[in-house]
């Protein structure tokens, strides 16, 4: 599978636990994107990185939350001191173009 | 200016028929403009997608038409068969500085009762 690749794809977690999910994206994709879904709407961008460098992060992006793509390969989003509002879908993309694709998501329900 | 409105928030046509979703946006700075599927628990998938400087542009059963003027393109799905029963989004995003970043619609939930 070529794909864009996300672990775990569910995660349920405590309220103040961390959590860390990963994603692989398309080989030679040097841009690679974060976002947000809630159910019944449309994804929101979180953050963005080309290649190594985290380029821009959203308003939506608190404190609490980073990202990371070391060497410009796979990225690591974590969310520390998780909150109820956090429950969402994460789900990380990646282009060379402007086609940008989306992986499967990342599930997560804060209890 | 930001905002991307879709409509309707949800459809349902009978198969073999045809499925319409439209979509709205204001910011004249958007020049790439993709259809998303996305099927309960899965990601987004891309669809299709169109540039300003052409009117249509279709890929089998899937034609996006896009007006300039009025601000608005139109997702059309042809002999539309149940398996194509998911939510779509459209999307808008300008090349910039910063992120090529998606803005997306609210989300048409499509349903093709066989």
């Known amino acids: 599978d070529t794909g864009v690749s996300q672990d775990p794809r569910h995660k349920i977690t405590k309220r103040g636990q961390n959590v860390t999910f990963r994603c692989d994206p398309i080989s030679e994709h040097n841009r690679l994107y974060w976002y947000r879904q809630t159910l019944g709407q449309g994804p929101e961008f979180l953050t963005y990185f080309q290649n190594e460098a985290q380029l821009e992060k959203s308003r939506l992006l608190s404190d609490r939350f980073s990202a990371e793509r070391p060497k410009g390969s796979f990225s690591t989003l974590e969310i520390q001191r998780t909150e109820q509002g956090d429950s969402a879908m994460y789900l990380c993309a990646s282009s060379f173009s402007r086609a940008i694709y989306f992986g499967e998501g990342s599930w997560l329900t804060v209890v | ?114």
């Open chain 2, 1 to 114: 200016q930001q905002q991307v409105k879709q409509s309707p928030q949800s459809l349902i046509v009978q198969k073999g028929g045809i499925s319409i979703i439209n979509c709205a946006y204001e910011n004249t700075a958007f020049d790439y403009f993709p259809w998303y599927q996305q099927f309960p628990g899965k990601g987004p998938a891309l669809l299709i997608a169109i540039r300003p400087d052409v009117s249509e542009k279709k890929e089998g059963r899937f034609t996006i038409s896009f007006n300039k003027s009025a601000k608005q393109f139109s997702l059309h799905i042809m002999d539309s068969q149940p398996g194509d029963s998911a939510t779509y989004f459209c999307a808008a995003s300008m090349l910039g500085q910063g992120a090529q970043k998606l803005v997306f619609g609210q989300g048409t939930r499509l349903t093709i009762n066989p």
